[in-house]
């Protein structure tokens, strides 16, 4: 994607010159413009002002601007009285150790199928190719008698932050992004090190992981923004400890009991951390590495 | 990008496993051989995605299949009862009213979330000051948590009374105050439009990195051959695009088959089932009652969905294979 555009796109530098053209393509893309505002940063605009805006206003007039003054007192009281900031830990916890878990399970066994290649290595790949088919929806119910009932085990997970974890860590669209940024390493550096000695665990850590900061850095970020976003399996095996669920999963929860200002600052406080990531890493969302690599089937 | 595919030169060399240039003796396997050659290393770093992958997804995958065969509560053991679980889900009145609820909603997701990305990729593509706004704008929503962006528009743009978002904004003009959620009739596009808020802005990006791939200087060549606007759209940039098209396509059937979260958060299926779709039908079989009584009829209907989408996936690309360009 060259950065200089200089040479015409879509429309051609005779048809941006002509004025019918141009004006339609202005007016649209303004509009658009408009529109994206509107829809795109209205809704997380509106959402930071109701987080401070005293309730009985949010409930008079959802459009006024701070009729009575700003209240700050519904963050602190969203933070301290509500627990966010207790469930807002929990979010921090889940989310980290779900990322270790895809980390782990992606690099190592991204190298073994990429780099070690044992004859078993096809059959494994194809197994996890198969995977891809299977919505994770559709395996909730197994995997929620497996965490009641786990077979070899007689230890229940349920309520148990593993039974979030764990099952984390098999996602084979990780594995295969992994896999396929693995395979784009130069050969010959391998080589080089095997001839100086190196093993497979030298090979590992000081050749392939340092080489695969960006891939790293995509699946870290996608793999904590999975888990912020993640409500149904929380949900279904945290049931019965609320002090441990995290944020998606209390939101619901709380709302009948908190006044709407509160809620809408317990909401903000939900979203500050993605929008904050998205914010620093806005070119790692935007190039949609972790989308598009899905569509190359 | 999309097309950041890897084109390698050449077989690539495999390293420290087990194809390492040595003469194989036909026949014979020796493990001590197996050994120095580094098999065992390579087991031991496959050893985290295989425990965690038959563990959470190859065991669930074949417990699916037998469950979806057998009555289980939980606490007894479990009994063989063949296809009925597949005839309880079938003969339930709710299935068809699921299945239509369903494919309503990947209609009407298909109809806004389809066409109205692709124009805005289009647009955005031509700017050239302004395209890094106008994507980070069109991403927004889909970075808010999905639970916070269904509350925000329940409890603040639906809300039924004079004082929600929208009511509010069509008092000014002398209409409504309309409950969105509340009828039968405007219950599932309201989902949709959430929905769509919720998850356009991916779709965007990835129009946009296929249409920024496009070839420039084709452009170029068919304005010098006098093609107009729609010509260059019509011969240059949809056969570019085209694979990306019906991917995407795809990827919204599959995405939308699934669709949970909304109809469980927003109105809990109702009002009288309007907007009841297969996977809540699932979470209702399974949980919605005393747990475990319905697992069976849960893992026959998830099973349905599961082979019903993977059967279209695989049909779509086959069919498509022809028509895609890259």
Known sequence: MSSEEKTGGLLSHNEWARRDLRWLFGSAQALLFVLLILIGLGPVVWLAKGAITPTIDTLRNPLALFPHGVAWSNLTEAWSQVHVGRYFWNTVVLAFGSWLCQIVVATTGAFVLSVLRPAWGKFIYWLLLGTLFVPAIVLVVPLYIEIVHPPLIRHSFVESYWAIWLPAGASAFNVVLMKRFFDNLPRELFEAAKIDGAGPVRLFFSIVLPLSKPILGVVSIFAILAEWKNFLWPFLVLTNSPDRQPLSVRLPAIQPQTQIGVLLASMLIASLVPLIGFLVFQRTFLRGTGLGGALKG | ?326
């Open chain 2, 1 to 326: 990008m999309i097309s950041g595919d890897s084109t390698r030169a050449g077989e690539p060399v495999a390293i420290g496993g087990a194809a390492v240039t040595r003469p194989r003796v036909r026949g014979r396997f020796s493990p001590l051989d197996w050994v120095r050659r580094g098999g065992l290393s390579a087991v031991a770093f496959a050893l985290p995605m295989l425990v965690i992958f038959t563990a959470f997804s190859w065991y669930p995958i074949t417990r699916l299949v037998v469950l979806s065969l057998q009555t289980t509560n939980l606490v007894d053991p479990p009994s063989w009862v063949g296809l009925q679980n597949f005839r309880d889900v079938l003969n339930d009145p709710l299935f068809m009213t699921a299945l239509k609820n369903t494919a309503y909603f990947a209609l009407l997701a298909l109809l806004f979330g389809f066409p109205i990305p692709l124009i805005a990729a289009v647009l955005i593509s031509e700017s050239r000051r302004f395209r890094g706004a106008y994507s980070a704008l069109a991403y927004l929503p889909v970075v808010i948590p999905p639970v916070v962006g269904v509350m925000l528009w329940r409890y603040v743009f639906y809300e039924p009374s004079s004082v929600g978002l929208f009511n509010t904004v069509l008092g000014w003009f002398h209409m409504g105050p309309y409950g969105w959620l509340q009828s039968t009739g405007t219950a599932m596009p309201a989902l949709v439009v959430e929905s769509t808020w919720a998850n356009a802005g991916t779709t965007v990006i990835i129009y946009l990195a296929a249409l920024m791939s496009v070839d420039r200087d084709l452009y170029d060549a068919a304005s010098v051959d006098g093609a107009n606007l729609w010509r260059k759209v019509w011969h240059v940039t949809v056969p570019q695009i085209r694979g990306v098209l019906l991917v995407m396509f795809m990827l919204q059937i599959i995405g939308t088959a699934q669709v949970f979260l909304e109809p469980y958060l927003f109105t809990s299926g109702g009002p009288a089932n309007a907007t009841l779709t297969l996977l809540l039908l699932v979470y209702q079989y399974a949980f919605g009652n005393s747990i475990g009584v319905g697992f069976g009829q849960a893992a026959a209907l998830s099973l349905m969905v599961a082979v019903f989408l993977a059967i279209f996936s695989l049909v779509f690309l086959r069919l498509t294979r022809s028509w895609s360009t890259t």
